[in-house]
């Protein structure tokens, strides 16, 4: 080994365009920056949706209605997932974690439990919210509710 044949390391280099290294670099003067402007001087910084003093899509887009930030948002589980689930494993209680073992819902999700489908087993059910008629098959299969 020799100070001719001497290389960097594997991957130790980038293989990137230096700008602003004289103006035989091809990328010196303005150094890519262009003319003038503000975009030109060092320091600045755009805001995000800025499109060059046009007027930003944000604002050209009509705002409509209402949203709520108080709303609280329910994963609904309808009682013929349940009944599918009960026989499915031999459950006697469905809860919140029962619902996220099986991919129903999630850690921080609040459940409510919906009326579609038939429920035939007695199962104890336990969640954030039930619809009434969801409430009325769960009950009149001989299962009990617990609200969260």
């Known amino acids: ?74 994963t609904g589980v309808n009682l013929d997932v349940l009944q599918d689930l009960v026989t499915k494993y031999s459950l006697t209680v469905v809860d919140l974690e029962t619902l996220k073992e099986h991919g129903l819902a999630s850690r921080n999700d609040q459940v409510k439990i919906l009326g579609r489908g038939e429920l035939t087993a007695k199962v104890e059910v336990k969640a954030h919210a039930f619809t009434a008629t969801a409430q009325k098959a769960i009950e009149a299969a001989g299962g009990t509710i617990v609200k969260l």
């Open 1 to 74: 080994m020799n100070l001719s044949n001497l290389k960097p390391a594997e991957g130790s280099t980038k293989n990137r365009k230096r700008i602003g290294r004289g103006t035989g670099s091809g990328r010196g003067g303005t150094s890519t920056r262009g003319h003038k402007g503000a975009g030109s001087r060092s320091g600045t910084s755009t805001k995000v949706g800025f499109e060059g003093g046009q007027m930003p899509l944000q604002r050209r887009v009509p705002k409509v209605g209402f949203k709520n930030p108080n709303r609280v948002e329910y």
